[in-house]
């Protein structure tokens, strides 16, 4: 509008000039200086239009200017801002391009590290919490909502709304008070097992004095596992090689002090002996077995191997235990060819059958069937023993698990059987199963590639 009424006002101041010198000149000059009067009324025609444009050019440095203004304003760069008619007015205009283009390089540097920073957040493993002096979440990343059960967007809500977790704004409020960083480790319910996780909280600080926290969430579920895991070998580890070494020991000790003269006593007391002696070394093996699996240094030479072969050489070296205990055996294999390294193959076999033979009772019966799955083959162990109840299924395959732990002991188990047959199975590419019903026996199911036999 004021440009407007100012271009109006020019026009008339204009208008009005050269009719006061029309006037002037028709009046006060001779006929004969209409030549003058010409030249006069087109120069003066001329100085308005210069007039005119030089108010017009002010007029556009001024937009050029208020553009700029507002670029810088709205932080807006996508557009490069050129001042060619403001320059005109002054070569002090050249610190407006100089500042746009220093404001558009940081701009894009902060772009850039934002970018950064965000994908950075978005591909942690690490959960990430911002929440400000009031606890209202600020920021969550991808795996907080991962790590925590948090089942919708917490942003924008106090973080007691969607996580009813103590511990972790006891943190926090901690954190806020003592303006310094806290370390904690909190238990979250999940599902069967409780997840272990250590947060950091830590404040953060502007110029205005701390605004809020910022936490770091770890997931060290699996270590704690490991770590428990470890202690309960060494326990188990400790306790298994003490029974064998305290027997040894007392019979040593009673032959020493006077039975050794005693042929009725000495015998049995030296075959005691011996059993243990060969209980703890089947304990050794077994554990230095297992470690050599689990470290991944077992070299397995697979080869084409005949299922019916192998369980008929296993069968005979069960056969006398079985006729003392009055068991049946049977075994229904169509002609399947497995691909699997011959001593591992022989021990799963062992240790499944050995397993079945310890817990079915005299006159029970084992059976071995196998069949084709695709590219493998299942071969299943089942037994009229006395079963597993539901509760132990899930742990059957850990080390130094028994069922029976009485019976197992007195067989002469060492409680990593089936550890043994997990890992090697797993280490050919199969998976293991246990199904069981207590009081009606227990199938021990694994798969093996199945291979073509060789050709003669």
């Not at 009031?134 to 924008?156: T, W």
């Not at 250590?198 to 600080?205: E, K, Q």
């Not at 188990?413 to 199963?433: M, R």
């Amino acid at each position: 509008m004021k440009t407007r009424f100012f271009k109006g006002l020019f026009l008339a101041l204009l208008l009005g000039t050269f009719a006061i010198f029309g006037v002037i000149s028709f009046n006060i000059l001779p006929k004969s200086s209409f030549l003058f009067f010409g030249v006069g009324f087109i120069l003066l025609f001329l100085l308005g239009n210069l007039v005119f444009l030089y108010f017009n050019s002010v007029k556009q440095s001024w937009e050029e200017i208020a553009q700029f203004n507002r670029q810088l304003t709205q932080l807006d760069f996508s557009i490069p801002v050129y001042l060619p008619t403001a320059r005109e007015l002054g070569n002090n205009l050249d610190s407006f391009e100089k500042l746009e283009t220093a404001l558009r390089f940081q701009f894009r540097q902060l772009s850039q590290e934002r970018n950064q920073l965000r994908a950075i957040l978005q591909n942690m493993r690490e959960g990430v919490l911002v929440t400000d002096r009031q606890s209202r979440v600020k920021f969550a990343n991808p795996a907080l909502y991962e790590i925590l059960p948090l089942k919708q967007r917490c942003e924008n809500k106090f973080l007691l709304e969607t996580l009813r977790n103590q511990d972790i704004q006891e943190a926090i409020e901690v954190s806020l008070e003592t303006h310094s960083s806290v370390e904690k480790e909190i238990k979250i319910p999940s599902g069967a097992q409780d997840r272990n996780l250590i947060v950091y909280v830590t404040p953060i600080f502007e110029l205005e004095g701390i605004q809020g926290t910022l936490s770091v969430f770890f997931d060290v579920t699996p270590l704690r596992r490991l770590e428990n895991a470890r202690k309960d070998f060494v326990a188990n580890v400790s306790h298994e090689l003490k029974t064998p070494l305290t027997s040894i020991r007392g019979y040593a000790e009673t032959l020493r002090v006077g039975a050794l003269g005693d042929t009725g006593v000495a015998p049995r007391f030296v075959q005691k002996i011996e059993e243990s002696a060969i209980q703890l070394q089947n304990l050794i093996e077994d554990l230095l077995r297992l470690a050599e699996i689990e470290s991944g240094r077992l070299q397995l030479n697979p080869e084409p191997l005949s299922l019916r072969q192998a369980v008929a050489i296993i069968q005979g070296n069960f056969e006398e235990a079985m006729e003392i205990k009055q068991q049946g055996f049977r075994a229904e294999l169509p002609e399947l060819w497995v691909q699997a390294e011959p001593a591992a193959l022989k021990q799963i076999l062992g240790n499944l059958i050995d397993n079945a033979h310890k817990y079915t009772p005299a006159h029970g019966s084992i059976e071995i069937t196998a069949k084709s799955e695709g590219h493998s083959c299942r071969v299943t162990v089942a037994d009229s023993g006395i079963g597993i109840d539901a509760s132990d299924l899930p742990h059957v395959f850990e080390r130094f698990y028994r069922v029976d732990k009485a019976r197992s002991r007195e067989a002469g188990g060492t409680g990593l059987g089936l550890a043994i047959v997990k890992h090697l199975v797993q280490t050919h590419g199969g998976q293991v199963e246990v199904r069981s019903i207590p009081g009606r026996g227990s199938q021990f199911s694994f798969t093996l590639p199945l291979a073509s036999p060789p050709k003669i």
